[in-house]
């Protein structure tokens, strides 16, 4: 009781001082608004690791971006992935951010995840491979952590262990999401994302490394690229690492990018595939380090094999196949 007395005396002496009472109140008006941005945002660097055991010697991947909009942009493109999944055997779907829009959602229970999501990717097919999903702008809009905690409501189905992770295909791929709206970097791994990342792809080596994020490196599109920060963190990070290829959305277009450029100065072949459902984008054709550019719907698939990893653009709704290429590495450059 003496204690609380003499700790409410000294409080009432600090506050009959005006200027230390206003300091004292801008203080906790600053650590309420902390409190809530890290309530939304995850800020340290809750990275993990997924293991996908792979049932043979190759994988095939579905991807796409920019997808949860309701719309019968949605629809088309989630009947073209459940045929994929069964045309292809798909062992995974890859989401590129942009999940749920205007707003991302505001909890586990956002009634987003029946309408926008179970809906539509809940065929015989889709409903039985994990959706490996990365957070995009408009997902941030909302509560982020809430699409990190429903992997917990749809285990091995929704995978979102956290707002950046790797995933691990035996040695033969490591899928690293990186979260390109807070790629935060400090040189310390249990603190910062990117730093967590790099650290787990050196002790885990693979033949084949993708990276995936809702951004695209390069600039000059409908949307703005990068913010400052993640165009002076990401682009090093993809080429320290030595990626064979970076995958993004956020530009709801096809995109086949090759070669270096000021942007991403190093050999990584970098293709958009934001075409998942939302509006599509105008696009300036191909030409120079430009493949490939086409403004419509649709998916990306990825057949991974030791030696070649091929891919493809397929249209929604048609099906059509707009674009292929591969990469080949010589069996000696396998991870072991
Ligand atoms: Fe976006």
């Known amino acids: 009781m003496k204690v609380l007395s003499s700790v409410l005396l000294l409080l009432r002496r600090f506050l009959s001082n005006k200027p230390r009472a206003f300091l004292l109140l801008v203080v906790l008006i600053c650590l309420v608004v902390v409190a809530e941005y890290a309530r939304q945002i995850p800020l340290v660097a809750d990275v993990k690791d997924v293991e996908h ?49 205007p707003r991302g959602v505001k909890s586990t229970t956002d009634p987003y995840w029946n309408d926008r999501w179970r809906a539509l990717y809940s065929g015989p097919c889709l409903s039985r491979i994990p959706f490996y999903a990365a957070l995009g702008n408009h997902d941030y809009d909302g509560n982020p952590s809430a699409q990190i905690r429903y992997s917990r409501v749809e285990p091995g189905h929704w995978v979102m262990p956290a707002r950046a992770f790797t995933v691990r295909f035996g040695n033969l791929l490591t899928l690293t999401n990186i979260d390109t709206n807070f790629p935060d970097v400090c040189g310390f791994p249990a603190l910062c994302s990117l730093d967590w990342l790099e650290r787990s792809l050196a002790r885990f080596p693979a033949t084949w490394k993708i990276a ?50 000021e942007d991403l100065p190093c050999d990584i072949r970098q293709l958009v595939m934001g075409g998942g459902g939302a509006e599509v984008n105008p696009v300036a054709p191909a030409g120079g380090q430009v493949k490939f550019s086409l403004s419509a719907l649709g998916v990306g698939v990825a057949r991974v094999e030791r030696t070649r990893v091929g891919m493809e653009f397929v249209r929604a709704p048609d099906g059509a196949v707009v674009h292929s290429f591969a990469l080949e590495k010589p069996q000696g450059d396998s991870a072991q």
């Open 212 to 261: 995936f994020g809702h951004h695209p490196a390069m600039g000059g599109m409908k949307y703005p690229r990068l913010k400052p920060f993640a165009r002076r963190t990401v682009p090093p990070f993809l080429c320290r690492n030595d990626f064979d290829m970076y995958w993004s959305g956020h530009e709801h277009v096809f995109l086949d990018i090759e070669g270096r450029n």
């Open 53 to 101: 055991p792979l049932q043979g010697e190759a994988l095939t991947l579905l991807t796409m971006g920019d997808w949860g909009k309701g719309n019968e942009g949605q629809r088309t493109t989630a009947a073209l992935l459940e045929q994929l999944c069964e045309e292809r055997g798909a062992d995974a779907v890859v989401l590129l951010g942009d999940n749920f829009y």
